[in-house]
């Protein structure tokens, strides 16, 4: 089993910044894909950002393409979203993820972090 606890979240202004944190504990993420997904006011859960184990390969929703940036740091079990010029629309809880190889879906999930933009 892995635990995953988001951390970073808050509050920001109209193209601020923030940098979201994802630690792993209970066994290493080194072979997992990451990733990362929201869920806005009365919105369903989306993807945002993905990071292959390996290769390290990343992919992006259009949405935040060239804003967000996902990224991981093996050796501390973390993964991390670099989130620039953030607009109210980014307004949501945001949600780590890690899917083992052997697994088609992602299955364990942290409990979120929220992210406010306001205008």
């Known amino acids: 089993q892995v635990q995953l606890v988001e951390s970073g979240g808050g509050l920001v202004q109209t193209g601020g910044s923030l940098r979201l944190s994802c630690a792993a504990s209970?066994?290493?993420?080194?072979?997992?894909?990451m990733g990362w997904f929201r869920q806005g006011p009365g919105k369903g859960r989306e993807f945002v950002a993905a990071?292959?184990?390996?290769?390290?390969?990343?992919s992006y929703a259009d949405s935040v393409k060239g804003r967000f940036t996902i990224s991981r740091d093996n050796a501390k079990n973390t993964v991390y979203l670099q989130m620039n010029s953030l607009m109210p629309e980014d307004t949501a809880v945001y949600f780590c993820?890690?899917?083992?190889?052997?697994?088609?879906?992602?299955?364990?999930w942290g409990q979120g972090t929220q992210v406010t933009v306001s205008s």
């Open positions: 209970g066994r290493s993420i080194s072979s997992d894909d």
């Open positions: 990071i292959r184990w390996i290769g390290g390969t990343t």
């Open positions: 993820a890690a899917r083992t190889i052997r697994d088609l879906r992602y299955t364990y």
